[in-house]
């Protein structure tokens, strides 16, 4: 009981010692900064985006390419859909159905019973364009091959249920400039779709997120086993895992993804398998040369002549000792794994619109980069490039915190 308790504080000491190391480096503490940024914004999804669509694909073409800061006077009309019941967890998840249509315009005014939109036009000396829609089409889901009636001053319909309803042209007015009329912004403009690029860019954190985990976690489950198998049996067993390693090793990584995504095809899952499968190879031979220098220590042949089995001594006595250089690598994979599904997504075999991935919008904007709308391509760069400089200064940070020699 007491050895226990010894042993717990000298972890803990040796724990704080490292944590105090890291802060010291100013760059690994902004890098760890800025992921934890990212994975905030990662879990938080939709619950903070201005577009809470799914995959913030609600596309306005008529306000494509618009800058950063750009409004527009806007009506939002209702779909002729049932509305889904969506709960909390799976609107944070995978967003929410909108049920409304948004009609960009200039100005509106009411015609006798018609609504008159002005559509919207930023271009300076073109006449301007009207239209005519049935105001009860905006504030309502009317019932398919209803008729609307307006008499006496009212409007008479059957809604999407069925049921019959009646409403004022006094009373539609006031509802459609206090619930239909709005005015959005869109902070970093629009892309050629017409959607909200700062929508995108956030929720293309979460994706470039969830594919450095997965793929990190693929690859420290098959590097992690091979390799403590390989160094601890040696011999045969050592011959054949390394010939497999060096054979994979051999052949360049993004042809290697790429083999792999046209075997098991492409999409959001299918990235994180082919490039958690083709990180496994560092790790495997760090964790083999880890294991071989420490399978021949004292403790571990104490555990031996106790009767201890080889999995127990493997997985309790001696991959918790070798756990910070794999911890190191885990780091860098992570950013290797982002660099991959970005190039590969620009390349058209990683994720698939419209689920909004950096590299996917870096693919659909790179012709701007030599007009006056660079930042659309550049702003999922830099995006990019700061997530993998944050984890590649975290890597840093831990070799030097966890160095035992320096």
Not at 89 to 100: A, L, N
Not at 158 to 163: D, Q, V
């Amino acid at each position: 009981m007491i050895f226990r308790k010894q042993k717990t504080e000298v972890s803990g000491s040796l724990n704080k010692l490292a944590w105090e190391r890291f802060k010291q480096n100013k760059l690994s503490l902004f890098g760890l900064f800025f992921i934890l940024l990212a994975l905030i914004i990662g879990i938080l999804g939709y619950l903070i985006t201005p577009d809470k669509s799914s995959y913030a694909n609600n596309q306005i073409l008529e306000i494509s390419t618009k800058s950063p800061g750009f409004k527009c006077l806007m009506i939002k009309s209702q779909k002729n859909e049932q509305q889904e019941r969506t709960g909390f967890f799976k609107k944070v998840i995978f967003g929410t159905k909108d049920t409304y249509n948004y009609i960009p315009i200039n100005n509106y005014y009411f015609e006798n019973e018609r609504l008159v939109l002005e559509e919207f036009n930023d271009v300076k000396g073109e006449e301007p364009i009207y239209k005519e829609i049935n105001p009860i089409d905006v504030i309502a889901k009317v019932k398919y091959e209803s008729k609307i009636l307006f008499e006496n001053g009212s409007f008479y319909y059957k809604n999407i249920e069925g049921t019959q309803q009646t409403i004022s042209l006094v009373q539609l007015k006031s509802q459609i400039e206090k619930e239909h009329l709005i005015t959005k912004h869109f902070l970093l403009g629009t892309d050629r779709f017409g959607r909200d690029l700062l929508s995108r860019l956030l929720i293309g954190t979460r994706v470039s997120l969830s594919v450095g985990f997965i793929s990190v976690f693929i690859s420290l489950l098959i590097g992690i086993t091979l390799g403590a198998i390989a160094g601890f049996y040696k011999g045969v067993v050592d011959d054949l895992i390394m010939w497999l390693i060096n054979v994979i090793w051999s052949i360049p990584t993004l042809l290697m993804v790429i083999a792999i995504t046209l075997v098991i095809g492409k999409g959001f899952w299918q990235i994180f398998i082919a490039v958690g499968l083709t990180m496994w190879v560092e790790v495997a031979r760090v964790v083999r040369g880890q294991v071989l220098s420490i399978r021949e220590k004292e403790y571990v042949e104490a555990a031996r002549a106790l009767g201890f089995g080889n999995a127990r001594i493997i997985f309790r006595h001696i991959l918790p000792n070798i756990m910070s250089p794999v911890i190191i690598i885990s780091a860098a994979n992570f950013a290797t794994a982002i660099l991959l599904e970005a190039g590969l997504s620009f390349l058209g075999i990683g994720v698939q619109p419209p689920v909004p991935s950096w590299g996917t919008m870096i693919k659909e904007h790179y012709g701007y980069i030599i007009m006056d709308k660079a930042y659309l391509a550049i702003l999922p760069g830099l995006a990019i490039m700061l997530m993998v400089l944050s984890f590649t200064l975290v890597g840093n940070g831990l070799r030097d915190a966890l160095d035992t020699k320096s």
